[in-house]
């Protein structure tokens, strides 16, 4: 079984294109922006999102994921 590491958390949604704010590890943020993918966890299981764009507004990360086009499906 993959070991995965919590480097942040999530916030609220952003906008009405389905970006989320989160909020990283100082310790891991290199290892963020190197990233493709983000595991979030969903029914205690590791789910992969693929990071279209990513972009910082003060100590937070707005993301916008793959299969995430809405408001309302980042509130999921």
Do not use: N
């Amino acid at each position: 079984m993959e070991k995965y590491i919590a480097i942040g958390r999530l916030g609220k949604s952003h906008g009405l294109a389905g970006e989320i704010k989160i909020q990283v590890k100082d310790r891991y943020w290199e290892d963020f922006i190197e990233s493709e993918v983000l595991f979030i966890e969903q029914q205690g299981k590791p789910v992969p999102f693929f990071i279209l764009d990513a972009r910082t507004i003060g100590k937070e990360v707005v993301i916008q994921l793959d299969d995430v086009p809405t408001r309302e499906a980042s509130l999921a």
